[in-house]
């Protein structure tokens, strides 16, 4: 199996674990609602994903985190834009549970994310200016 990719399911899984135990055993039986916590999950699982992925899945502690750094928040508020959308549309418009809702949303984003993190994220080539 290609490294990346194994990588890149260990960190995401830890991500994902971290972003929906906060929504799902946390914030939301606490009274956040489901929309609200969801951004506060992203916040903190977002750390666990630079971390991990600059340093295990792309393997890019050489590229500098000035660039890597908001690189990867550009991604990430792409990816949770389109997690946002999608939860609000499964929630509001289906009769899925919210969990199973997140968990789908979750599963659906990672492959935009990982393609972007992979070719501009975490690329060693600067952006031109």
């Known amino acids: 199996m290609n490294r990346e990719l194994l990588w890149f399911g260990i960190i995401g899984v830890s991500a994902m674990l971290v972003h929906f135990l906060l929504v799902a055993v ?11 916590a969801n951004v506060v999950a ?10 991990g992925h600059r340093h295990k899945t792309f393997d890019a502690a050489h590229v500098p985190h000035r660039q890597a750094l908001p690189r990867f928040f550009m991604v990430s ?7 946002e959308a999608m939860y609000f549309v499964l929630l509001h418009f289906t009769t899925l549970d919210y969990r199973l809702a997140l968990l789908i949303v979750l599963a659906s984003v990672a492959v ?4 972007l993190s992979k070719l501009w994220a975490f690329s060693d080539r600067e952006q031109a200016a």
Not at 26 to 36: E, M, Q, T
């Open 42 to 51: 992203f916040l903190l699982a977002f750390q666990v994903s630079y971390w």
């Open 26 to 36: 946390i914030l939301v039986p606490f009274g956040l609602p489901p929309l609200l």
């Open 112 to 115: 935009f994310t990982f393609v």
């Open 77 to 83: 508020c792409l990816s949770f834009a389109l997690n």
